[in-house]
């Protein structure tokens, strides 16, 4: 299994997973080019993609909707309550067969990887994190969620490598400059995941991952150092093999 993230942050957020012989992305909120880029990096080619996953309607995660659908014959799968205004924004006309639907808390089939797409608490319609398994290897995906409901943690047991959300300080979002009603959103229960819920999450887990790639960081209330530091705290390293810090601005990879 492989994970590579192209970005991930408030600026935009794209991640290619491999499960056996099926590529497929998630989200697609960076340019074509970065695209083009993190490919070149992978070693996969565009047409070799089964399908991108969109994980909810923010700009972050759907940006490059409109060029890369224009740019390339990717296919979409993309939440069914938003679909009407997904397709629009894409410029695609009835969707041109490339669209298809899912409802949160259902499960799919994409080539040989299934899909089980279950809510999260966030302010976009449907936004879900995503359970993906192939070949006997499993995958977690969640970002942009205001709490930790109280499915997720069985949901997140036993998977090889978890994608997990740690955004901010909530002491750093408190003091800093954004408007009253930005930190209100972010701190909220529909807003982001501080590290320290992340870490809580993780180290509550009886079966935990082999590896964590932490992503969504904000770059003002937050940092891979910061995050590092409550990672040792908790005693991280002891439950988990890997650990990684995907960015806004460079390639993470992670293989096992
Ligand atoms: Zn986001
Ligand atoms: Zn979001």
């Given at each position: 299994m492989r994970l590579i993230n192209f970005a991930s942050g408030s600026k935009g957020n794209s991640t290619l997973v491999t499960l056996g012989e099926t590529h497929l992305l998630i989200d697609?909120?960076?340019?074509?080019?970065?695209?083009?880029?993190?490919?070149?990096?992978?070693?996969?080619?565009?047409?070799?993609?089964?399908?991108?996953?969109?994980?909810?309607?923010?700009?972050?995660?759907?940006?490059?909707?409109?060029?890369?659908?224009?740019?390339?014959?990717?296919?979409?799968?993309?939440?069914?309550?938003?679909?009407?205004?997904?397709?629009?924004?894409?410029?695609?006309?009835?969707?041109?067969?490339r669209f298809a639907y899912f409802r949160a808390g259902r499960d799919y089939r994409l080539a040989d990887v299934e899909l089980n797409a279950f809510p999260v608490s966030h302010d976009a319609?449907?936004?879900?994190?995503?359970?993906?398994?192939?070949?006997?290897?499993?995958?977690?995906?969640?970002?942009?969620l205001g709490v930790v409901a109280e499915d997720i943690p069985r949901l997140l047991e036993r998977q090889d490598v978890i994608f997990l959300e740690a955004n901010h300080e909530p002491e750093l979002v408190a003091a800093c400059s954004y408007p009253a009603l930005t930190k209100k959103r972010i701190l909220g229960p529909r807003g982001h995941l501080s590290n320290q819920q992340a870490l809580a999450l993780l180290t509550g887990l009886a079966f935990p991952p082999r590896a964590v790639v932490f992503g969504h960081l904000s770059e003002n209330n937050n940092s891979p150092e910061l995050l590092q530091s409550r990672a040792v705290e908790c005693e991280l390293e002891r439950r988990v093999e890997h650990v990684a810090v995907a960015s806004q601005r460079r390639v993470t990879s992670v293989e096992l």
């Open positions: 697609c909120g960076i340019s074509f080019r970065r695209l083009q880029l993190g490919l070149n990096f992978a070693g996969v080619a565009l047409d070799d993609i089964e399908a991108v996953i969109i994980t909810h309607t923010h700009s972050d995660h759907i940006g490059g909707l409109p060029v890369w659908f224009r740019k390339s014959h990717l296919k979409f799968l993309v939440p069914e309550l938003a679909a009407r205004s997904i397709v629009r924004m894409a410029g695609a006309g009835n969707g041109d067969g319609p449907e936004t879900v994190g995503l359970k993906l398994v192939g070949e006997g290897e499993r995958l977690a995906y969640v970002t942009d």
